[in-house]
C-alpha cells in the first residue's frame, strides 16, 4: 500500500528531474517543495547506508540544493531514519498520508465548485495568489510540473460572486484520485468553501471511474484534518522528512 500510494503521488506531484540510484529516487524541481526535492526510499536497496547517505549529499550540493530525505513509516526505512538522526538530520514535517473509498460517497450532486480537465492560466494564476507563492522561478517550476502530469486531471476552482476564491486538484490514476493542494484566499477562509473544492473533487473523481481518494496533510493542520475526517478519510500510514 505505501509503495503504491508514493508511486502515485510521485506520479501525481511531477518532478522536473528524477534520478535513480539503487532503489532510491532523487528529485529535483528547482527547489520547489520538499517533495520535489528530495531522496525518496521506494525500493530495495544492497548498497551501504552511509555510503548511500554521502552520495545523495555530494548530489544535491553539486545543483545548489540542500539534500532533503523523504522517509515513510514503512519497517524497511527505519534503519536509514535512525542513521540519519545519528548524523544530525532534523526531523520535519510529519505527515499523514489518509485514503477514502469513494464507494462510501453519496451519489447526489456535490459539483459546488466548477471544474476543468485542463490546466488554466486563471487557476494557475489564482492558485500562485491564495497559496503566496513569490518566487518567479517557482510560478515557472508549478506550471511545469502541472503540466508535465501524465493522466487525467481534475481542476476546482470556487467561486463567490464570479470571483475565484478556492482551488484544488485532482490527479486520477490506477484507480485511485490523488487530491493536493486545497487552498482558500485568506480573506475568504472559515466559510466551507474549502470543503466545496474537496467535495467536487471526490464526486467528479468518482464519475470518471475514480474507486479510492488518496491525500496528504501535515500534521497540526486542525482546520485541514478536522474537514478531511468529517469527510470518512482515514489515515493508512505517515512520512516526514529529514533535514540538515
Given amino acids: 500500500m505505501i509503495r503504491l500510494i508514493e508511486e502515485l503521488s510521485m506520479s501525481a506531484w511531477p518532478a522536473l528531474q528524477t534520478h535513480l540510484y539503487d532503489g532510491w529516487v532523487l528529485r529535483l524541481s528547482n527547489g520547489y517543495t520538499k517533495r520535489a526535492n528530495s531522496v525518496n526510499l521506494l525500493y530495495d536497496a544492497k548498497i551501504d547506508i552511509n555510503t548511500k547517505i554521502k552520495y ?40 499523514s498520508v489518509q485514503t477514502l473509498n469513494l464507494s462510501t460517497v453519496k451519489s447526489e450532486n456535490h459539483l459546488k465548485s466548477d471544474v476543468n480537465i485542463h490546466l ?9 495568489k491564495s497559496s503566496k507563492i513569490e518566487k518567479a522561478i517557482y510560478k515557472d517550476t508549478l506550471k511545469l510540473m502541472l503540466s508535465n502530469i501524465v493522466g487525467k486531471c481534475i481542476f476546482a476552482t470556487h467561486r463567490i460572486d464570479g470571483k475565484a476564491v ?51 496533510v501535515v500534521l497540526g493542520n486542525s482546520a485541514a484534518e478536522n474537514l478531511y475526517s468529517k469527510l470518512g478519510f482515514k489515515e493508512k500510514y505517515r512520512y516526514w522528512y529529514r533535514k540538515l
Fill in 56 to 95: 545523495c549529499e555530494g548530489f544535491y550540493a553539486q545543483v545548489g540544493l540542500p539534500v532533503v530525505f523523504k522517509i515513510t513509516s514503512d519497517q524497511n526505512a527505519f534503519a536509514v531514519d535512525e542513521r540519519l538522526q545519528e548524523l544530525g538530520y532534523i526531523k520535519t514535517d510529519e505527515t
Fill in 120 to 128: 488554466t492560466q486563471e487557476w494557475l494564476d489564482g492558485y500562485i
Fill in 166 to 216: 478556492g482551488y484544488g486538484y485532482g490527479v486520477m490514476d490506477n484507480g485511485y484520485v490523488g487530491i493536493f493542494d486545497i487552498y482558500v484566499e485568506e480573506s475568504f477562509r472559515g466559510n466551507g468553501y474549502g470543503k466545496a473544492v474537496m467535495e467536487t473533487l471526490i464526486y467528479s473523481a468518482k464519475q470518471l471511474g475514480a474507486n479510492k481518494a488518496y491525500l496528504q
